[in-house]
């Protein structure tokens, strides 16, 4: 932006050189700490053989040599410049752990071994057993997908009733005051045993559990409306439709989205819960299954994997937000 | 480049203007139980194209009886006629700039304009009567914003044009021009004559501002404190374009300030 400030970052290169990025040469020393960690200490493997000690000291060494070069590249390029120079104690900080974390683990055995493993076991379980922990990615996603639009829909749909029609809230809101609240956990062991499949049972549970928060949000959503944004509708000539459509909806809107974001974090919860209990397939499958076969490593890689998803799933809903809601002054940022 | 012309109506329409007909119209609300008295035995009639000023204290009633016209809530005692017909809902001949712009912020300005055409069904064929309304307001360099952006006067601004996009018959104004600065606030009122006399709908304007009454109605109706009687209705016999200063408008608003009670005030 700025040309005329000779003594900000971008000042001349005549000025400055070597421009050096100092986190980025203060990463290559870290991640080449971690890389001489684990290459210089033997394993400690009574127990296991860790087959990727050494690829993964290699790539280790690797990341620091990139950052090296970073260190003296990166401010010629300023696009790439902007991107990594916030991040750099992140990388730092990341090495340094991976140091650590090799040193704790599998080189002077800190800390109880079986349960904590080094982080070459992970690449290990990524290596051997990407299928399986892929199929149950997609499993866990699928049947999320389904329960979550389903309650998602249905709440939506229960919340604008209660918030419009005092006749449909007569009937819903005391059923819902009654059958809300219960942790749609409870419901477990009742729903495997009246629905057909453990598949149609889960969906239902997690619909559920996504269902309440959207309705009660909703619902509050649509109440709360300012009255004058009906009266303006309908001096212009707005029906009925026009208002609930037009009016109710997008006002309510961003309440909806508060119940869709606590809807999610509560359908992860059931997910897990009703994989690991009663169907076969996923990753609350997949980590009851390594803690049966006492395989830790898989049960870190699993974690891993569904922390990324959920993770994952969150921001996609809050950039889908961003999307619809940028009317907004000072949204959250994810 | 779209004209305010656009907006014009073309010559063989209906009569421009509805004519008025309040009988004896009475109206409470509740307050904590209490029935609250705000509008007592209020009769007034507005013959087609005429522009009807209100005036009175705060709190008297003067929004209550526009949303009685407007037909937003049915009087508790009494009748409103327009046009010999009676008053049974709202209806897009009859448009209410509110007190408060009441903008919906998830709509562009040029969408908030927009919204009696597509509540109606219309957008698509009258596109060019939301960006002619926003000319005349002076908001077409607004209109992709959104309202959060805009300043007091600005969204009163838009208000405005989300009424005049419908063609009213009958203009409702409660205190349109109260959050303008002075200068377009002058600017408007004079917009508004000048609408007013091309396109010859009935108005009804409440407004704090006697000096503005007596600048733009023909006739200014008074009423007294909460609940809301009419205590005068004062003919304006001046010719448009009126000038503040006019010895006889001075005159005039010693007297609509004597009937309010604050006469002495301004000697
Ligand atoms: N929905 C309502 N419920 C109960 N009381 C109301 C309601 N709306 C208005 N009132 C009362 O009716 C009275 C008249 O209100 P109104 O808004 O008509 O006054 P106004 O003449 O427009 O005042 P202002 O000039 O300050 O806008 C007030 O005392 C107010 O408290
Ligand atoms: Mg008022």
Redesign the pocket.
């Known amino acids: 932006m700025s040309t005329s400030l000779p003594l900000t970052d971008e000042a001349p290169l005549a000025l400055r050189w070597p421009a050096v990025w100092w986190s980025g040469l203060l990463a290559a020393a870290a991640w080449a700490l971690a890389a001489y960690v684990t290459h210089h200490f033997p394993d400690q493997s009574e127990i296991v053989e860790w087959t990727q000690t050494g690829n993964f000291a290699v790539a280790q060494a690797l990341v620091a040599a990139a950052f090296l070069l970073l260190a003296f590249t990166a401010r010629l390029i300023p696009p790439l410049f902007r991107r990594v120079q916030g991040l750099g104690p992140w990388f730092v900080a990341l090495g340094l752990f991976l140091a650590a974390w090799q040193a704790v683990t599998a080189k002077f055995s800190l800390l109880p071994m079986p349960f904590f493993v080094p982080p070459q076991q992970l690449i290990e379980v990524y290596q051997d057993d990407w299928v399986r922990l892929g199929e149950s990615v997609l499993a866990s996603l699928w049947l999320l997908a389904r329960g979550y639009a389903l309650g998602a829909g249905i709440g939506f749909l229960v919340g604008l009733g209660l918030g419009w029609s005092p006749r449909f809230g007569y009937w819903a809101h005391p059923v819902m005051r009654l059958v809300g609240p219960l942790p749609a956990t409870a419901w477990l062991p009742l729903a495997f045993f009246l629905f057909p499949s453990s598949a149609s049972a889960s969906t239902f549970l997690i619909a559920l559990a996504t269902g309440f928060p959207v309705a009660v949000l909703t619902w509050s959503g649509v109440a709360s409306v300012n009255p004058d944004f009906y009266d303006v509708a309908r001096t212009l000539g707005a029906k009925q439709r026009f208002l609930v459509l037009k009016v109710a909806v997008p006002a309510a809107l961003p309440h909806v989205f508060v119940g869709l974001f606590m809807g999610l974090g509560a359908s992860f919860a059931v997910l897990v819960v009703a994989e690991m209990l009663g169907v076969r397939a996923g990753l609350g499958w997949y980590l009851s299954w390594a803690q049966g076969w006492a395989a830790y490593g898989n049960m870190y890689a699993a974690l891993l994997v569904m922390a990324l998803m959920c993770s994952g799933l969150i921001t996609l809903l809050f950039k889908l937000r961003d999307r619809l809601l940028s009317w907004q002054k000072g949204v959250v940022k994810w | 480049m779209v004209s305010a012309a656009t907006l014009e109506r073309p010559a063989s329409a209906l009569p421009a203007g509805s004519a008025l007909d309040l009988r004896h119209v009475s109206h409470a609300?509740?307050?904590k139980g209490e029935p609250?008295p705000?509008l007592d035995d209020v009769s007034l009639t507005a013959a087609p194209g005429e522009f009807v000023a209100l005036l009175?204290?705060?709190?008297?009633?003067?929004?209550?009886?526009?949303?009685l016209v407007a037909g937003l809530e049915p009087p508790a005692r009494g009748e409103l006629f327009v046009d010999g017909a009676p008053v049974t809902g709202p209806d897009p001949s009859r448009v209410v700039v509110f007190?408060d712009p009441t903008l919906y912020p998830w709509r562009t300005v040029w969408r908030n304009a927009a919204l009696g055409l597509e509540a109606r069904g219309l957008l698509k064929s009258q596109r060019g009567r939301v960006d002619a309304a926003l000319t005349l307001v002076g908001l077409d360099g607004f209109a992709s914003a959104y309202p959060h952006q805009l300043s007091g006067g600005m969204a009163q601004r838009a208000a405005l044009a989300r009424a005049l996009v419908n063609e009213p018959r009958l203009l409702i104004l409660?205190?349109p021009l109260g959050k303008l600065d002075s200068l377009t606030r002058i600017a408007m009122q004079g917009e508004l004559v000048r609408l007013w006399q091309r396109q010859n709908f009935t108005t009804l304007l409440?407004t704090?501002d006697v000096e503005e009454a007596l600048l733009l109605a023909t006739r200014v109706v008074v009423?007294s404190p909460?609940p809301?009687r009419i205590r005068a209705e004062v003919p304006v016999d001046l010719p448009y374009p009126r000038h503040r200063d006019d010895p006889r408008l001075v005159e005039l608003r010693r007297e609509v300030l004597a009937l309010l009670g604050v006469g002495d005030a301004t000697g």
Do not use: I, M, W
């Open positions: 609300y509740q307050l609250l705000v009175g204290p705060s709190g008297c009633g003067k929004s209550t009886l526009l949303r007190q409660d205190e409440v704090h009423f909460r809301a």
